[in-house]
């Protein structure tokens, strides 16, 4: 069983920037494959970033370029570092786990087994 658990979420302005953090229990934090999906209101959960155990990382286009996914294995934490962020980025953001390494899609939901709670990321005009 995995444990994940975000923060760092908030309201900032358009241009503004914001680090979402997410902790994740297991002593072999090393080997999972990670991601970060968002939603928002009325909206399907869509892929974001992902980041695998061996940091390959994975983007959706629209965040290419203002967004940056890494992890610090020896604090079992994946990070979203969230530049020049636009009204639309306005979301609930959620971290996933992928413990099996399993050869689904990074930007499929169904790749990871383990979700955090979210955490709500709102950018104002």
């Known amino acids: 069983q995995v444990q994940l658990v975000e923060s760092g979420g908030g309201l900032v302005q358009a241009g503004g920037s914001l680090r979402l953090y997410c902790a994740a229990s297991?002593?072999?934090?090393?080997?999972?494959?990670m991601g970060w999906f968002r939603q928002a209101p009325g909206e399907e959960r869509e892929f974001v970033a992902a980041i695998t155990w061996s940091d390959t990382t994975y983007y959706r286009d629209s965040v290419k370029g203002r967004f940056t996914i890494y992890r610090e294995n020896a604090k079992n934490a994946v990070y979203l570092q969230m530049n020049s962020l636009k009204p639309e980025d306005t979301a609930v953001y959620y971290c996933a786990a992928d413990v099996s390494r399993n050869l689904r899609s990074f930007r499929s939901q169904g790749k990871y087994a383990y979700w955090g709670q979210g955490t709500q990321v709102t950018v104002s005009s």
């Open positions: 297991g002593r072999t934090f090393s080997s999972y494959d």
